[in-house]
């Protein structure tokens, strides 16, 4: 309950025995070491660089396989974050038999490797597209060159431009012969004499092509200089180098298998870096090391037994003084644990602070409750909550099972507003049983009465908020002052029911003029409060009568909760709907529309239930943190985490 | 980039409102009054309609942007995506009502002007509210999802944030769906 009692505990020991006492201290889970600001300890660097270094090439290996395999993830564990798990003795053996350095080598060569075959597969093939064309030309690539008398030339021209060669230029100087013909071009063997108009590269230009040279692309491919031969040399060399690629793939795909044991590895180095850093930052002097840290006042025990195994160290634990900085850690039962999740999301309570979850609990639980607002959506909440847990390793499970008992209040504000599932009873169970066992327990229907409703939702808000400065009270007076805490904040805790009595009393629902004197009880006392702080006589009264102005507050406050009944309305209505129009589709199709009714109802119910279900939860919680915690709350606690095995990427089970 | 958009949908919305009003006020004696009750109930679902789409969009590229640079982040970011989606449920909701009210679904009542009116204006506090506060809760979302790459641990309060923003949707929306019960007289 609250917050857990905490030691202070330092520990005093030989320098030496530094590593091997922080790795007891991980596997023994129980002290939350402080950290210091780093201090300069040069002679420590190597072994950094030594864990950078490891850590950088695994991650390089663990990218390089993460292209070969990857750890299979179902969608639900999206959600939950849960990670794949090993075994302990696997871990050990592991952490004992990887080389990383040799790992690392080889991946870089492989990748390397493949990058290289890559770019000569693609350079080859670039050169068989230019090849490929000319393959039935049978004069060797080096002989297509001036020789003493003739210019020859390889052409690439329209090939409609052959037909008129004729027209445009003389060509009684002019050979050529047509190697190929593709889409409309045509691959030409030219000739002319040297000395005559006009030249081969004018009979080129004036055809419209281009001429060609092939050397650079036979180059190293053919002795003859043969395009058939350079062509079927480039087609063996890239065989070979698939052939190699494939082999490196298999090879690679071989040593992926093991990124299981690589992301272990990670862990292993995080943890060892992590507990280094905290050794660097723990004070020392030249023999002895200092740790401090705090300790569950429960587990001290455990801590100093785990540590007996050391002969020189010595262990202090004692209270922790007024001002320090104690870690938070919440200690509840287990039907109020689950609602620490609602806490943690706005912060740790203060050490000396009250811990604020058990007066949250129950109206989280009824607020939650109210916004969704159907019997059924509650089943399945608490079903799908105790398969989750059933089947799912969770390392935090408040968050799921508070949704499970959320499912349960909303089951019954579902039963108490006759929704389950909406309206469905009434529109496709009419006059049955089941029609009657639903409405049995209805009392209110927020659909066509939405202002009892409302009254009850600013009626819970109104109780919400007194417990709100009940608890102040109860707060303040722990702390010592019980004085200020009755004036201050008793007299609203007497003033506000007083109030609404008095109202109450007005509007003939009560017949009794107690609750009027009540409220004037708190007005005074209110007043009394604001003036007694005022040490000018004459801005007394003035002070007493300011005193009311947090009514404001309260009341805006309280028109806050209107939201319950805007978000109950709305998966409600949202709720009539899809049973409506799952009921207008059976005559919107003729015999067979039946078929669809269980469609929309299953999907028009699951988005309402997992939206609704969104809002609920995030309301209700603003409902704690704006409304509720602004009364009491301060907050701002540090979470108590104790020094552990870091757990990035794996869980480590025993 | 999106806060700039904001003031653009904005005006969009307010224009398509002021056409509608402008369209009620010349011609609604000749269109009568269901069609203004029909105008009002469209408005409230387009315009909180108008509101979830751009939020959501803009917050669903981020997302996915980020699923991109860490996939273990998706199931943190899904929620902060859906959040802004919820004003475009509450629009059809007001819609919705508007509907029932004039017994749409058990042969449509024959409204007079006035009371078409009436429909029309109840239905404008949903539809303002949503469209506005869809697109600035929005804009907390984006700017929550930093939150989740930053500090993934602390990703609910995250979520609380943009639930300020919220409130006045669910205040528009609870206005609206009061004034559609309670206050038109049919």
New interface residues.
Partial sequence: MAVARMRKVTIFAYEDLGESIFETLRDLEVLHVTKRESRDLSYYEEDEDKYDEKLSQLSVIKSYFEQYTSIEKSFLDMFTGAKPQMSYEEFKRVVAGCDVDEVFVTVQKHGKRLKEIDQAIQELTQRVEVLAPWVELDIPIPEIRPTKTCDMQLAIVPSNSLNHVGDEISTEYVHFHEVWREHGNSGVWLVTLLDQEPSLSAVVSALGGVSVNLSREIEGYSETGSVKEALNNIEKTVSDLLAEREEILSKDGEMAQDLMGILALIDYYLDKQNLFELRKSTPKTRFTLVIEGYAKAKEIDKLRDGLSIYKDIEIVDEEPGEDEDVPVFLENNVLIRPFEFVTNIYGYPQYNEMDPTPFLAPFFWIFFAMCLGDAIYGIILSIFSIWFIKTQSLEDDKLIRLLGYCGVSTLFAGALMGSWFGDLPSTFFGGTAIERFTSKFAVLDPVNDPITLLVVSLGLGIVHLWVGIIVKMLGTIREGAVFDAIVDDGSWVVFIPGLILWVLSLMGMIQSSIPLYIMIVGAVMIMWSGARNQPNIFMKPISAVGGFYNIVSYFSDTLSYARILALGLASAIIGVVVNMIAALIVDMVPGVGWVFVPVILIVGHLFNLVINALGSFIHSGRLQYVEFFSKFFEGGGTPFRPLKRVRKNIMVID | MFEGMIGKWVLIGCLILVGMLIVGLFFGPFLGGNVLALMGAGLAVALGGIGSIVAVGATGEKAAGMTAEN??N??RLL?LQ??P??QG??GF?VG??ALVKMEA?AGVLELSLEQGWQVFFACLPCALSCLISGLYQAKVCLSGMDIVAKKPEES??A??LP??V??YA??G??AS??MI??AVKI
């Fill in positions: 996939p273990d998706f199931g929620p859906a959040l989606g919820t449920i509450y909701l919705f009502l679904f609910g309060k979520l609380i639930a300020m919220e409130t669910v205040l929306l609870l769906v009061l019960m309670f």
